[in-house]
């Protein structure tokens, strides 16, 4: 049994088997919405006001999957470089949190088993279930550690499309066989700390102060967000609008970076007459002091996944 089999591993190797077989199943995901792009308006219709979650992007996108597997990658090497049980470490990763708040929320919907077929769920929730088992809880309500439920996903993914077979499948949990779990592993993982989740919410009253002019930034990022952020502007093209700003003083003001010139940039137009529209450059220091001003609320409202 797989179960029983993967109670024997250390979380390292678990963790490993996952993320193999899911870049595995990827493909899967993929060239669904290739095929039918449409698909993905369906998808973000399953987020509603019944489920959305504070700290959450609210849309999905095509290479959500692809891209929370690499963070989920990225985060254990660097907690691996830092400590002999990176399980431990990665449970406080204060950039893996809005992940897990975003992945989670379709899934919510009693809808979601009839959205999108059978094969490409069970790769979108074997993500989900990776980013629960390393940050919040291990064992589901029947007693399966979700890492086990992730691995058994992305399995039966590959198997359903006959990508591999069954014999491919064991071969390669064969591989992870001698890599046994210790006495320690889940004691040390339970007493670690988990990520200090800021409260972004705003009460009636500082909302109506932000309306008539005041900043009320409650929420700022800390310096690892604030490096994340500009690692998604510069990699991932994101970028940054104040639409409180622009509701008061009637300017558009859109932080980005380009590409081209490689350099952050900052884009000015007045969106009333249309009497202007100018761009500046700014350096890395720049950008990097402006973001730290700015709510985390607000960031994430612009697509930044912290």
């Not at 179960?3 to 996952?18: G, M, N, P, V």
């Amino acid at each position: 049994m797989l179960d029983e089999f993967l109670s024997k591993l250390s979380d390292e190797a678990q963790l490993q088997i996952a993320i193999r077989l899911i870049r595995l199943a990827l493909p899967i995901w993929n060239d669904y919405f290739v095929r039918h792009p449409d698909d993905l308006e369906k998808l973000n219709g399953l987020i509603g006001t019944g489920n959305k979650i504070q700290g959450a992007v609210n849309r999905i996108d095509a290479n959500l999957p692809a891209r929370y597997l690499a963070k989920i990658e990225e985060s254990y090497m660097g907690a691996k470089r830092d400590s002999d049980k990176p399980l431990p470490v990665m449970k406080g990763d204060i950039l893996l949190i809005p992940l897990f708040a975003t992945i989670m929320q379709p899934i919510t919907n009693a809808k979601w088993d009839d959205t999108l077929p059978y094969a490409v769920r069970l790769v979108y929730t074997s993500v989900w279930n990776t980013l629960t088992w390393a940050l919040f809880r291990r064992l589901n309500d029947a007693q399966e550690t979700h890492i086990c439920v992730a691995i058994n996903q992305a399995a039966d993914a590959l198997m359903t499309e006959k990508i591999r077979s069954v014999e491919e499948i064991n071969a390669i949990l064969t591989e992870y066989a001698g890599f046994t779990r210790a006495d320690d592993e889940e004691a040390a993982w339970q007493n670690a700390p988990s990520a200090d989740v800021q409260d972004a919410s705003y009460s009636i009253e500082e909302i109506y102060r932000k309306i008539i002019g005041e900043k009320i930034i409650k929420d700022v990022p800390n310096a690892v967000q604030v490096t994340e952020i500009l690692r998604q502007m510069r990699e991932e093209s994101k970028s940054y609008w104040d639409e409180w700003e622009e509701y008061l003083s009637g300017t558009c003001k859109t932080y980005s970076y380009n590409k081209e010139k490689q350099s952050f940039w900052l884009s000015k137009m007045d969106i009333i007459v249309a009497s202007f529209f100018n761009e500046y450059a700014l350096s890395e220091k720049q950008m990097g002091n402006f973001i730290g001003t700015r709510s985390l609320s607000d960031l994430r409202q612009s697509g930044f996944e912290i």
